[in-house]
């Protein structure tokens, strides 16, 4: 039990054009989600906090209107980088906080984006 | 501020042997430690899980220990397997009402034939 998928695996797109990452629990339903970045050698970075069917809390430095955040549902948020830079390329993650358990978290197995 | 240490940065061994990781930590409040494993480009993967009573865990080959009056925990790993190369993190766990996880930069282990 307690999966969480991400979708896509690995993405690679020009820079300007944006990019959505999803993120699904898939046995149970996950009122927070967070959001992660992650580079090489370098540990998980929180960006983002998302709570089903409010607006997302983003961590210091993180830009909002670059990285939108959706939360629609139970067992989905969407993480989407719009106008990609070279400088986005990075390893996203998230993970779900399951309604019954508040303090553990399931990581998705990640999603590789490169912007050329 | 709410700081993870892990040491070493990065360790190398041979197959079949042990190995102990580190992991000192500075959050307050203290909810729980976790130690988790992530394979080069996969997402952590929990291995332990430890509130601030409970001094040992374990899961197969993974043995987790934690003393929270020195606010030190340790992951030993016995009898390697060429699997086992991965990153290790600790991540402790804020509670109350302002739960959040402070990651450790991790321990990346390769283990050699």
């Known amino acids: 039990g307690a999966v969480v998928s991400q979708h896509p695996s690995r993405v690679i797109c020009k820079s300007g054009t944006s990019v959505k990452i999803e993120c699904r629990s898939l046995d149970f339903q996950a009122t927070t989600m967070f959001w992660y970045r992650q580079f090489p050698k370098q540990s998980l970075m929180l960006m983002a906090t998302s709570n089903e069917g409010s607006k997302a809390t983003y961590e210091q430095g993180v830009e909002k209107d670059k990285f939108l955040i959706n939360h629609a549902s139970l067992t989905l948020s969407t993480l989407t980088v719009t106008s990609a830079h070279p400088e986005d390329s990075s390893f996203y993650i998230c993970s779900a906080t399951p309604t019954h358990r508040t303090d553990t978290q399931y990581f998705g197995p990640g999603t590789r984006l490169t912007v050329l | 501020k709410n700081q993870v240490e892990q040491s070493p940065q990065s360790l190398i061994i041979l197959e079949g042997k042990n190995c102990t990781l580190q992991?000192?930590?500075?959050?307050?409040?203290?909810?729980?430690l976790r130690w988790y494993k992530q394979d080069t480009g996969r997402g952590p993967v929990s291995l332990t899980i430890m509130t601030f009573s409970e001094n040992t865990k374990s899961n197969g080959r993974y043995t987790a220990t934690l003393d929270a009056d020195t606010k030190q925990s340790s992951l030993h790993i016995t009898a390697s397997q060429l699997s086992d190369s991965a990153s290790y993190i600790c991540?402790?766990?804020?509670?109350?009402?302002?739960?959040?996880?402070?990651f450790g930069k991790g321990t990346l282990l390769t283990v050699n034939p």
């Open positions: 991540v402790v766990s804020s509670g109350g009402s302002n739960y959040k996880l402070t």
């Open positions: 992991c000192n930590y500075t959050v307050s409040p203290f909810s729980n």
